[in-house]
């Protein structure tokens, strides 16, 4: 089983995957997989705290996934040796062998079930609007959006599958999509304009095979709705992929 969810913010937003909050998390196996879309707040400045939510990850029953926010320490991850998982490259952050980051602009084949596999898009990143209230390199990071290699690698990806995916995960949105996750009391400052990667999404999703396509699931907007028919961002729901 594949279940997917919002931000987690390090321990902040932990609550929702606990077992009051939701007991069929408890039913759950190794070979089943939990995926973070982003602002995963496991991997910061690898301090105890941080080892501290890690252990929690690496006790659950299941196997986590995530992509990468804005607010996570992507130099720490890029620093991670790489290892083949899932039909592409992963980091496996050390010593929790069961908390996997998957790597901007990788398809991956998630399994299922013991016989049957779905096919994933991961592109991670986005961009802080605010910048004068961190510090480079403790909470802040300049890696936050993706480099030319990984746009590059992304549509290589897709193009090599002639742009059919099962699923989309990312923590950003689609440019012309972000207008009804938008909240100006806590994201005006978004309301100036797209970027390079909103933009960048956008082409994707205008390539995609739609019928092919499952759902397109982000983070970032700390909100539950579809902004489009297949398009749906997470906070606090927690969503099984099917095949």
Same mark, same amino acid.
């Given at each position: 089983? *594949?279940?997917? &969810?919002?931000?987690?913010?390090?321990?902040?937003?932990?609550?929702?995957?606990?077992?009051?909050? #939701?007991?069929?998390? /408890?039913?759950?196996?190794?070979?089943?997989?939990?995926? $973070?879309?982003?602002?995963?707040?496991?991997?910061?400045?690898?301090?105890? =705290?941080? /080892?501290?939510?890690?252990?929690?990850?690496?006790?659950?029953?299941? &196997?986590?996934?995530? *992509?990468?926010? %804005?607010?996570? %320490?992507?130099?720490?991850?890029?620093?991670? +040796?790489?290892?083949? =998982?899932?039909?592409?490259?992963?980091?496996?952050?050390?010593?929790?062998?069961?908390? *996997?980051?998957?790597?901007?602009?990788?398809?991956?084949?998630?399994? $299922?079930?013991?016989?049957?596999? &779905?096919? $994933?898009?991961?592109?991670?990143?986005?961009?802080? =609007?605010?910048? %004068?209230? /961190?510090?480079?390199?403790?909470?802040?990071?300049? =890696?936050?959006?993706?480099?030319?290699?990984? !746009?590059?690698?992304?549509?290589?990806?897709?193009?090599?599958?002639? #742009?059919? @995916?099962?699923?989309?995960? &990312?923590?950003?949105? +689609?440019?012309?999509?972000?207008?009804?996750?938008?909240?100006?009391?806590?994201?005006?400052?978004?309301?100036?304009?797209?970027?390079?990667?909103?933009?960048?999404?956008?082409? @994707? !999703?205008?390539?995609?095979?739609?019928?092919?396509?499952?759902?397109? !699931?982000?983070?970032? !907007?700390?909100?539950?709705?579809? $902004?489009?028919?297949?398009?749906?961002?997470?906070?606090?729901?927690? @969503?099984?992929?099917?095949?």
């Amino acid at each position: 089983m *594949i279940y997917v &969810t919002g931000d987690t913010h390090g321990s902040n937003h932990l609550g929702k995957l606990e077992g009051e909050q #939701w007991p069929a998390g /408890r039913g759950l196996k190794r070979d089943d997989l939990v995926l $973070v879309c982003g602002d995963f707040g496991g991997v910061l400045r690898l301090e105890k =705290r941080d /080892r501290d939510i890690l252990d929690w990850w690496e006790a659950q029953p299941w &196997t986590t996934l995530f *992509i990468d926010g %804005n607010h996570d %320490n992507i130099d720490a991850l890029d620093a991670m +040796p790489t290892e083949q =998982r899932y039909g592409a490259p992963v980091h496996v952050v050390p010593e929790h062998p069961h908390v *996997i980051h998957l790597m901007r602009g990788y398809v991956y084949e998630l399994p $299922v079930s013991p016989d049957t596999t &779905t096919s $994933v898009l991961a592109m991670g990143g986005a961009a802080s =609007r605010d910048l %004068n209230s /961190r510090t480079e390199g403790y909470d802040w990071w300049a =890696r936050e959006l993706p480099s030319d290699e990984e !746009y590059d690698r992304c549509s290589a990806s897709l193009g090599a599958r002639d #742009w059919r @995916v099962d699923y989309v995960v &990312t923590h950003e949105l +689609p440019a012309d999509l972000r207008m009804p996750a938008l909240d100006w009391r806590s994201y005006s400052s978004l309301l100036s304009g797209a970027d390079t990667l909103t933009n960048y999404l956008q082409w @994707v !999703y205008d390539r995609l095979d739609k019928e092919a396509l499952h759902c397109w !699931y982000a983070g970032h !907007y700390h909100k539950d709705l579809y $902004v489009d028919e297949k398009v749906r961002v997470l906070f606090d729901d927690i @969503v099984e992929l099917s095949a």
